[in-house]
DNA sequence: TTGTAAGCGTTATCAT
DNA sequence: ATGATAACGCTTACAA
């Protein structure tokens, strides 16, 4: 079996004690010249790597930072872990993934499973069927640094990043009644999730702005995200079936958008000819798709990427934090290819939080 | 900060041993059932969980297992993760997801961070700019025990886990041959990719065996997976301007097949009317995408299931094994929505795998 | 049945 | 400038 160098063979080696080893490789100036030289030639010719467990006991700290989101097979999500990875690689810290996918119990499981294997701090975006965070608060209140992201929630005071739900399905909504659409319906998913609710409020507000009713049969829950077989198709079914049937949905995530599409297709309805379809998601791919869908988008990355730094902020601060952010990005709307900034601000929040 | 519970704190609090409280807590017979019970009951009561560092520095193992793939948000890797995940989270391993993005450098990397993580094993699907892998050989030399999957090596002698890709190409050519297609060009990702070699050669032998010659022109290249910008569009471009140009395009993967639809898009070539186009991808999208595609799928979470099952099965061999297991599996065409199952004993060949 | 001590690889503290 | 020792949390011979 795979058997490393340690601190003690090259001590042997050289007639020399650990100690003295390690503070050579340490480069401590309190090691001659000489030493020095000789233990880093002897660590690199055989090729001395530190033995990251026997530090992790020492510092009591892993170095690692679990990550539990409900499916990597989300662009919205490999986007943020991307992010994620792209700072905590540097900082020298392991990313190590869970996926819920939307299950409360897998959550809870991960969750656990995470913290057992003491991560140094979690970064979270809720299952669409989570309803109660003992499993976040019991850990959190215990001292674990946790930071939300996207999917977050206020019943625990820290550190969060989010876009700003409301203005983007408020835009998405306006961009279809610009369309000449008005009958329009949203499909969201869990009733849990605080992003599903601002995206509701959004919907709605656009609506009342343009002296449009707010129709309650219009509005259609998928309280585990999509993830049960049928769960979208029979709101879509619904929708479809009402007799002042909607003539445009808007989708509140990722997987219910690519799901009410498959849905409408295998109803033989036509986009956007029958039905006007506006969502949320990240995927490059709704432009393949003919006619190209409009797309809410999130700077799903650098989401990742602040959220990141503010974990890790947290885990090396020697006190007690108390202060908490809540960074709010912006999203884009994308039309039909052609991409929309449609707050200019954008870039400036994303750099201030970074800081 | 997070200061849980000790073997020694409940030895103090006891009065007791810390080994007596560790062989209670085991359950060894060689305790009284009093004392067991006594220390049962505390370790519940603080809710004691043992130090999976300390363990791991002990019995020298991680018990993580370290994931190489070039890209998560693919349909292809996305599936394979989960069916590692749901082998490896049942025998109490970690995953830990690394991603080169189709680049060598940040494999070798990777493959570093990883190994001085000490994880126990290493599954691997080689980066499309991979062409040496050295930095396998080595760990593997050290006895670093590692499967690869998908896009392997015979460079390396261990399990490895693939599909028939040869037959997979051959029966997707066959199918635009049936349909009426006569000049099929070739999107391929890199040379150095065994799969893709094999996909070439599926290809190639489709043509002949229908009399249809080969065209080198028809063939073109990205070796670096399409991650590069241009890559694809390129190639499409150069195939759609040549004086002959081909009638329909086989991509031998998924991100090949996606650019591939796009560059086309751009350039205002309709899909299968102009040209026709069918590739391998696990994408459910593609079905989304009017009119759908013709895809060729690879049971992606089984094969990230059965080399899973290898890897921990080399992990915890107590002696060096020198038989190595090629598994392989078989691709299905899915055909415009219905799913044509090629092989008909693929499933026994799952399970005769999974034994 | 229980306790003592050594060891996993490293570093910090206190000698020398 | 270097060495000895203890400690991080746990298991396991070996003693008692």
Redo the contacts between chains.
């Keep these: 079996?795979?058997?490393?160098i340690t601190i003690k063979d090259i001590a042997k080696a050289l007639g020399l004690s650990t100690s003295t080893i390690s503070r050579a490789l340490r480069g401590s100036h309190e090691i001659s010249q000489e030493t020095k030289r000789m233990v880093m030639e002897y660590a690199e010719q055989f090729n001395y790597?530190p033995?990251?467990?026997?530090l992790?006991?020492k510092e009591r700290r892993?170095r690692s930072i679990g990550v539990v989101v409900c499916e990597?097979?989300n662009?919205f999500f490999?986007?943020a872990?991307?992010g994620i990875?792209s700072i905590a690689?540097n900082r020298g810290y392991?990313?190590?993934?869970?996926?819920s996918h939307e299950s409360y119990e897998r959550e809870v499981v991960n969750v656990e499973?995470l913290s057992?294997?003491?991560v140094d701090g979690l970064l979270v975006s809720l299952s669409a069927e989570t309803d109660r965070i003992d499993h976040f608060k019991k850990?959190h209140e215990?001292?674990?640094p946790i930071v939300f992201f996207d999917r977050v929630t206020d019943e625990i005071e820290t550190h969060k990043v989010v876009v700003d739900n409301f203005k983007g399905a408020y835009d998405a909504v306006q961009h279809l009644i610009n369309a000449g659409f008005k009958k329009i319906a949203h499909l969201t998913s869990s009733s849990h999730l605080y992003i599903s609710r601002e995206r509701l409020n959004g919907y709605k507000a656009a609506l009342v702005d343009n002296n449009i009713s707010v129709n309650d049969d219009y509005i259609k829950y998928c309280n585990h995200g999509g993830m049960i077989i049928g769960e979208v198709e029979n709101a879509i079914k619904e929708l479809m079936q009402l007799k002042n049937r909607p003539d445009a949905i808007f989708c509140a995530g990722d997987r219910l958008m690519?799901s009410a599409?498959?849905s409408l297709?295998a109803l033989d309805i036509k986009v956007p000819a029958d039905v006007g379809l506006v969502g949320f998601t990240n995927?490059?791919?709704v432009?393949?798709?003919?006619p190209s869908l409009t797309a809410i988008k999130q700077p799903a990355f650098e989401m990742g990427q602040i959220a990141t730094e503010l974990l890790i902020k947290l885990i090396e601060s020697k006190r007690p934090v108390t202060e908490f952010e809540t960074i709010p990005l912006q999203t884009e709307l994308c039309i039909r290819n052609s991409t929309k900034n449609i707050h200019a601000e954008k870039s400036g929040k994303v750099k201030k939080a970074v800081l």
């Design positions: 079996m795979y058997e490393a790597r033995n990251p467990i026997a992790s006991l892993s990597i097979a662009t490999s986007q872990i991307n990875e690689y392991h990313v190590i993934i869970s996926q499973h057992s294997r003491s850990l215990k001292g674990l690519l599409l498959s297709k995927s490059p791919l432009e393949l798709i003919e």
